[in-house]
Each structure stands twice: as C-alpha cells, then as structure tokens.
C-alpha cells in the first residue's frame, strides 16, 4: 500500500494496527488538552492526522516488535505498557515545552513594529510613565518610532520626559497628569479630550499599578490602602482600556484599509504577586490575579478586530519605588525588562501553561516555567513558603521604620532592609505614586 507525503512522492507505509489506534487516539488527545502551546498543538494535531490510518517508513512495525517484547520477555502488560507511553508522553511535553521557552527567550528574532504602525504615525499611550517601567516603555516605543501619550501623576516627570522622547526619537508626544486613585470622572474626560487631538493609536501599555508599603496581614490593611490598590490596579485600568480600546479598533480598521498598518496591541502589566498567592499582600496578589483573567478575556473579544492582548508577568525589577538598586541574574532594571519584553511580544517565554500571557525576562521565564512544571502555581507549597518569607521581610521593614523613627539610621543605604529592598514583589516598580 502507498501514502503520498507533501512532495507527492508515493513511499510504503504500514496500516496501524487496530488495537495500538485507541491508544494513539488517546495519547495525542491527551496531550493537546494537556498543552497550550501554539506550537505543540500543530505538531501533535499533524502527527495524530498521519498516524490515524497509516504511519510510513514501517514505524508501526517496529514500535508493534518493541511492546510485543516487552510484554513477552518482561511479563508487562497491555495496561502497564499504555501507562508507560502516558509517562513517556508526558516527558516528551514537557522537554518540548522548555525548548519552546528557551527558543521564545533566547533563539527567536525581536518581534517587528512595523505591523503595529511603527514610522508610519500611529500612536501608543502609556499609563504609569514618569519613572521605571513605565518610563522606559514609553522611550523604547519612541525609539521604534511610535508618536506617544504619557499618562502619569507628577507633570514635571511626564513634561521632561516628553521633552527627552520628542528630541531623541524626533516623534510627537503628549502628555496628561492625573491621579486615578481618586476614581474621579474628570480623570477620563481628560483622557477622552486628548484623545480627540489624536488621529490614530494603535499602542496601549497599561503599567499603572500600586501596591502595599509594607507586607501586611489582610486584617491589619489600613482601608485607604485597599481602595487604592484596587482602584488603580483594577478600576483605573479597565477605565482607560475602555476609553482607549474602540480607539485601537477604529484605527486598525482604517490603517488595514488603507494598507497603513495591520493590528494593535494592548500590554497590562502583570506580576509574580498575581501569579503566585502572596500572603501579606493579599489585596495586591488578588487585583493582579484579576488582570490575568481580564486581559485573558479580553484577548479573545479582541482578536477578531486584530488587537493583540497579552498579559506581561514579571518578578523583580530595580527602582527608585521598589527599593532594589542593584540588579542581578534575576533582578534587572527597567531598561533591560523593556527591551526584553518589546523584543518577545506574541511570545509566551516562562508561561507556556497559559494562553496570552507572556514571562518574557529570561530569569523570570526559567522561574515561571519551573514552578508551572513542578510543585505548581496554586500549590499550598508555594503559598507557605512566601508566607513565610513575607513574615520576615515585614518584621525588617518594621525594624527599619522603627529605627528611622528613633534617628538611628545613620545611612538607610547601608541597612539590610534597603540593600536588599525588601526583597518582595510588593514594593516593585508598578505604582503610580511617584
């Protein structure tokens, strides 16, 4: 019998036997319901579409002389040779699953702007951009040459940052200063007036995020911090993605028409806190838990009017606001997390297990990707070891504040607490309060 391969050239091929098909049929569909990527789904799907009636080059007949020895020689059973193919199976998913983060973070080139309007006069806007993260977002998307709206609080950081962008990057910008921690309608009827002033956006990073000062027992969580969190984190952010949003649709709309431009793209600032649950920063770890499902969803409303959405997780990063100063393998600055994140977009890196999503700093991603693999994100492990490693850093953070308190910290530089900068995803550079 023959089977004609893409080059159309017939070669002999071996009928699968019946009783190895419901196996087959099984493992392939076990597998893609086990694995979300893009990549192993096609993979598999095309190994399942060729091994259903026939398989070529005699590969049949010797994997059928293989299990026939082994129950034969060894005493192994139908039973316990399927369960051996189930555990081979899972290996193997899991070694392609680690090379396919290696190749999102290490191997494959920076994603192109350039179907997203870069040069060619869309705009992108960035909330959260006078310092860190933000501020560096909104360099790097000046430099791929993308016109930029800043929205932050402090106006003298959002004016000379603009200034900076304007004259490195010979691109247009605009700048809005607003504290969305008031949750105050005027906010976003400015956003809405400048908006207006602009003609085409096709660029949304939502970075604006606040977080606790000091881990803090749910209980103990002052009210006023609570409201913030959650109305920047959560109501500021789904305010101004749904202001800016229909913005990106129409002017992808209009760009694909004219040929300008192909798609948007909208970038929330994940988090560790959201990924993992954080005890003692209990209110922080479940506003970003909510962006994972909401930027998830929105994802797929999306995609049929050619918006990417994808959730950024990241642990550590170094500023000002996150007390880290010095960077590490698995602490880098602003500057190195942006580059790597604007190199990565549409790449999951370290969140293989999630649709959307993307872990994209090289240590960040090897860390997402082990614990995913392993003891698990929701593991009561995990839960217990930041648990107990939220307790200490609090009992120093209180030390701390109790010795600045008194005058004896001589230079908070030199202490433990500020050396290491509490060394929490609480005090990362996500906030607002500059």
Same mark, same amino acid.
């Given at each position: 019998?023959? &089977?004609?391969?893409?080059?159309?050239?017939?070669?002999? &091929?071996?009928?699968?036997?019946?009783?190895? *098909?419901?196996?087959?049929?099984?493992?392939?569909?076990?597998?893609?319901?086990?694995?979300?990527?893009?990549?192993?789904?096609?993979?598999?799907?095309?190994?399942?579409?060729?091994?259903?009636?026939?398989? &070529?080059?005699?590969?049949?007949?010797? @994997?059928?002389?293989?299990?026939?020895?082994?129950?034969?020689?060894?005493?192994?059973?139908?039973?316990?040779?399927? =369960?051996?193919?189930?555990?081979?199976?899972?290996?193997?998913?899991?070694?392609?699953?680690?090379?396919?983060?290696?190749?999102?973070?290490? $191997?494959?080139?920076?994603?192109?702007?350039?179907?997203?309007?870069?040069?060619?006069?869309?705009?992108?806007?960035?909330? /959260?951009?006078?310092?860190?993260? /933000?501020?560096?977002?909104?360099?790097?998307?000046?430099?791929?040459?993308?016109?930029?709206?800043?929205?932050?609080?402090?106006?003298?950081?959002?004016?000379?940052?603009?200034?900076?962008?304007?004259?490195?990057?010979?691109?247009?910008?605009?700048?809005?200063?607003?504290?969305?921690?008031?949750?105050?309608?005027?906010?976003?009827?400015?956003?809405?007036?400048?908006?207006?002033?602009?003609?085409?956006?096709?660029? =949304?990073?939502?970075?604006?995020?606040?977080?606790?000062?000091?881990?803090?027992?749910?209980?103990?969580?002052?009210?006023?911090?609570?409201?913030?969190?959650?109305?920047?984190?959560?109501?500021?952010?789904?305010?101004? #993605? *749904?202001?800016?949003?229909?913005?990106?649709?129409?002017?992808?709309?209009? +760009?694909?028409?004219?040929?300008?431009?192909?798609?948007? =793209?909208?970038?929330?600032?994940?988090?560790?806190?959201?990924?993992?649950?954080?005890?003692?920063?209990?209110?922080?770890?479940?506003?970003?838990?909510?962006?994972?499902?909401?930027?998830?969803?929105?994802?797929?409303?999306?995609?049929?009017?050619?918006?990417?959405?994808?959730?950024?997780?990241?642990?550590?990063?170094?500023?000002?606001?996150?007390?880290?100063?010095?960077?590490? !393998?698995?602490?880098?600055?602003?500057?190195?997390?942006?580059?790597?994140?604007?190199?990565?977009?549409?790449?999951? /890196?370290? !969140? *293989?297990?999630?649709?959307? @999503?993307?872990?994209?700093?090289?240590?960040?991603?090897?860390?997402?990707?082990?614990? +995913?693999? @392993?003891?698990?994100?929701?593991?009561?492990?995990?839960?217990?070891?930041?648990?107990?490693?939220? $307790?200490?850093?609090?009992?120093?953070?209180?030390?701390?504040?109790?010795?600045?308190? +008194?005058?004896?910290?001589?230079?908070?530089?030199? #202490? @433990?607490?500020?050396?290491?900068?509490?060394?929490?995803?609480? =005090?990362?550079?996500?906030?607002?309060?500059?």
């Amino acid at each position: 019998m023959d &089977c004609v391969d893409h080059s159309n050239v017939p070669r002999p &091929c071996v009928k699968i036997p019946e009783k190895w *098909q419901s196996a087959y049929g099984i493992l392939i569909g076990w597998s893609l319901l086990y694995t979300n990527s893009t990549t192993t789904h096609t993979t598999l799907t095309m190994v399942y579409v060729n091994a259903k009636n026939y398989f &070529c080059d005699s590969i049949i007949n010797n @994997t059928d002389r293989v299990l026939s020895a082994l129950i034969k020689y060894h005493g192994l059973s139908i039973i316990a040779v399927f =369960l051996l193919a189930i555990g081979l199976f899972h290996v193997a998913l899991k070694v392609v699953s680690y090379v396919a983060v290696l190749l999102d973070v290490f $191997v494959l080139p920076p994603t192109n702007y350039l179907p997203y309007g870069s040069q060619r006069g869309a705009w992108a806007v960035v909330t /959260g951009a006078s310092d860190g993260i /933000g501020k560096e977002y909104a360099r790097q998307l000046g430099l791929r040459g993308f016109n930029v709206f800043l929205i932050s609080r402090t106006e003298s950081k959002l004016r000379e940052l603009a200034q900076e962008i304007a004259e490195k990057s010979k691109v247009e910008t605009k700048f809005l200063a607003i504290d969305v921690s008031t949750d105050s309608p005027q906010n976003y009827k400015d956003i809405e007036t400048v908006l207006e002033t602009i003609p085409s956006v096709s660029i =949304l990073i939502n970075n604006v995020g606040l977080s606790h000062s000091i881990p803090t027992p749910f209980l103990e969580t002052p009210p006023a911090e609570l409201h913030n969190i959650i109305a920047i984190n959560n109501l500021a952010t789904l305010k101004i #993605t *749904q202001l800016i949003a229909p913005k990106i649709v129409e002017s992808v709309k209009e +760009a694909r028409a004219t040929k300008k431009f192909q798609k948007g =793209l909208i970038l929330t600032m994940g988090s560790f806190g959201g990924l993992l649950p954080t005890p003692l920063l209990a209110t922080y770890s479940g506003s970003k838990a909510f962006l994972q499902h909401w930027s998830n969803a929105l994802a797929v409303e999306l995609a049929p009017e050619h918006v990417d959405v994808e959730l950024v997780v990241s642990y550590l990063v170094t500023s000002a606001m996150s007390k880290v100063r010095k960077t590490s !393998a698995l602490i880098p600055n602003p500057k190195q997390f942006v580059t790597a994140t604007l190199s990565s977009v549409g790449r999951a /890196g370290g !969140a *293989q297990e999630k649709f959307a @999503t993307s872990t994209p700093y090289w240590s960040h991603a090897l860390l997402h990707w082990w614990i +995913a693999q @392993t003891v698990g994100v929701f593991s009561k492990l995990v839960a217990g070891f930041n648990y107990k490693m939220h $307790v200490d850093i609090r009992k120093r953070a209180l030390k701390k504040q109790a010795r600045q308190a +008194a005058g004896g910290v001589a230079d908070p530089k030199n #202490t @433990t607490a500020a050396r290491e900068g509490y060394a929490t995803e609480s =005090l990362k550079n996500e906030t607002l309060k500059h």
